[in-house]
């Protein structure tokens, strides 16, 4: 695949594709005689890796941490299932305040609807809230 397929397929641009292999979020990919980018699938499946690991709100620094490890082989397992599962409580933690906020917001919105039906917005809570 070119670098246009690639960014077509992950919904990014081809700035960001170069920077995520520049700093190491995904491993150099193998060029043709031509210097073209040729990506296969295991440049796909890295490329697909580091665009999951970004919405998930974990730092390109992390993400190429996590590749240096992997390129280091199996003695980093424990390595990697410690950058991971940080990644993942600190998500968890992100999850559960936007959880709150989403709660609020719904909240609100409610206040906002019962306001609309009877003439008077309150911020009383009512039963079952």
Same mark, same amino acid.
Do not use: H
């Given at each position: ?21 520049? =700093?190491? &979020? /995904?491993?150099?990919?193998? $060029? ?5 980018? !040729?990506?296969?699938?295991?440049? +796909? ?14 730092? =390109?620094? &992390? /993400?190429?941490?996590?590749? $240096? ?5 199996? !003695?980093?397992?424990?390595?990697? +299932? ?48």
């Amino acid at each position: 695949m070119t670098i246009k397929d690639v960014c077509e397929k992950f919904g990014i641009t081809a700035d960001t594709l170069r920077y995520y292999e520049k =700093v190491g &979020a /995904i491993p150099k990919v193998a $060029r043709s005689s031509g210097g073209i980018r !040729e990506y296969d699938d295991e440049a +796909l499946n890295w490329v697909q890796n580091a665009v999951c690991l970004r919405k998930a709100g974990v730092s =390109v620094e &992390a /993400i190429a941490e996590y590749v $240096r490890l992997f390129n280091m082989g199996d !003695e980093t397992l424990k390595a990697r +299932l410690d950058l991971l599962s940080n990644e993942r409580e600190e998500l968890g933690k992100q999850l559960a305040e936007l959880t709150e906020a989403v709660e609020l917001l719904d909240w609100k919105i409610s206040r906002y609807r019962k306001a609309v039906e009877t003439g008077v917005l309150t911020w009383d809570k009512e039963e079952g809230e």
